[in-house]
């Protein structure tokens, strides 16, 4: 079993942070976003794993050589970003010759239980209902149970069940065979070579593929979504930080995940806030908020906020002599 990461994505919604940081690596809950990805699998019992970069890759390979030294990986370079078909093709000769494959889209946070979908039959892919399917890849469903259609993007679906970026794939050289030929003939949905059209090829080729219902998922392409991901994990036991050490003259209101080696002090921190290693936060008010390494906030009240690493905020101290019946609206 060979786990196939995609992490070549520019991550456009989430400029300006993804100008400098790779979006796998951006901190939820205290742990990068491909790190949930790797830990699920590595619990899974998997250790060979491919990862295909692009985009500030040679961050993402860095940090996956320090903090995953013991896993077998490969790193393959996607020069060009035309979809997640392409990405497979660029990779199929370090998939080559596998059994099974399980690929797991490097910017998606999917709370499910692996061993359903290392345990299947068949192949199958991870799915969740969703309000607008439009935005999405849609699969429909036929009467023997299996997937019998699926659609990317559809502008009228015909069912709410979209895919969430995980697949596990048995069929693996007719895969590669799909892909060659949708490149080869140019056969591209919305722009790019989309891998619900290769899983459309194996089902007309009579492959069997099975849908498997996850509990949650978090696509964090979007700031919005980054941060109600963060409440929700921090809100659930393991992620947040316990035994933390004192803060002068500073009040933490749980749940937190604050990293190693930081300064904070006069200051109300949480609830709900991700900090990163060696940020120092002085006379500030931070809730609902992610906040990189090495930042440095003073002064300042964040709310539903995004910090990246090295980042510097200093507000606007006021000193004030003000009369009776006097009011201040400084919003």
Sequence with gaps: MKAVIPVAGAGTRLR???????????????????????????????????????YLGEKIQLYIEREYPAISKEFVVQQSREGSAHAIWTARKAIQGSDDIFIFFGDTIVDVNLGIFLNAPTSCVGIKEVNDPREFGVVEFGEDGFINKVIEKPKIPRSNKAMVGLYRIREVEQLLSVIDKQIKSEHQTHGEYQLTDALMGLIDHGVKISGVPVNNWFDCGKSEVLLETNAMLLDKEGYASSNLPHYDNTIIIHPVSIGKDCKITNSIVGPHVTIGHNTQINYSIVKDSIIGNYARIEEVVLQSSLVGSDAAIKGLRQSLNIGDNTEIDFS
């Design 16 to 54: 300006p942070h993804t100008y400098t940081q790779p979006k796998p690596l951006i901190p939820v809950a205290g742990k990068a976003i491909i790190s949930f990805i790797i830990d699920q699998l590595i619990e899974q019992g998997v250790t060979d794993f491919v990862f295909i970069i692009g």
